[in-house]
């Protein structure tokens, strides 16, 4: 009996290894977690993981969000005040982000890729923080008014012997009280997108996981 419950206290504390998220957005104002099961064991499901391209992400909800997001942009550059965004031809995991506005807050190899961006993000035309030579432990320690923070996680889990539990989480927090009021008023609108984005997303990754 006593072995039994070393076994499971070994596995317990290996599964409550600490998220890179948990260190680096302990604390936050709203989360959203999506779960899927791969039939594909952790190495190949990690594999795909690192080749993930989050532009492969469709879905029609999703599809229409994104571009509902796009709109402002697209006018502002229509009628001259910027010119058009470049988007970039992959979103890839692996190795980090090269996407304006995100930044790597590091893997922990075969179990978490993790990243993050700063912004004015509840705004019709979202004003991203240049966090080009922040670190991840700059990202923890911001806190200017006016802006938030997004963290966002994929972590894997042996389901079994041969399949994985892959896991999506993106948290968010501000850091006064006049943003935290009007993200609130903005989350009402765009959770059910977020859910829908996050859910597309593990979906597709899990079936990039057993298509290899």
């Known amino acids: 009996m006593g072995e039994g419950r070393a ?17 680096y957005l302990p604390r936050f104002d709203v989360t959203l977690i999506e779960h899927a099961v791969a039939d594909a064991d952790l190495a ?11 532009l492969d ?3 029609p909800l999703t599809d229409a969000a994104m571009s509902v997001r796009r709109l402002p942009a697209a006018l502002a550059a229509h009628l001259g005040r910027r010119p058009p965004p470049e988007p970039p031809p992959r979103l890839t995991l692996g190795g980090g982000l090269a996407l304006e506005g995100w930044l790597s807050l590091g893997e922990r190899d075969g179990q978490e890729i993790a990243f993050g961006a700063v912004g004015r993000f509840w705004q019709p035309d979202i004003r991203w ?6 670190t991840p432990d700059g990202f923890a320690a911001f806190d200017e008014p006016g802006w938030g923070r997004i963290a966002a996680s994929f972590s894997l889990r042996p ?5 994985t539990l892959i896991s999506y989480e993106a948290r ?3 850091g ?9 008023r903005y989350w009402v609108l765009v959770r059910p997108f977020v859910r829908s984005i996050l859910r ?12 290899h």
């Open 7 to 23: 076994d499971v206290a070994a596995v317990t504390d290996e599964l409550a290894d600490e998220l890179l998220v948990d260190r």
């Open 44 to 54: 190949r499901t990690w594999e795909a993981l690192r080749r993930f391209d989050l």
């Open 57 to 59: 992400v469709h879905s």
């Open 129 to 134: 923080y240049d966090v080009s030579s922040m």
């Open 159 to 163: 389901y079994g012997r041969h399949r």
């Open 172 to 174: 968010t927090a501000t």
């Open 176 to 184: 006064d009280p006049r943003s935290r009021r009007r993200f609130a």
């Open 200 to 211: 597309a997303t593990v979906d597709t990754l899990k079936r990039d996981a057993e298509a």
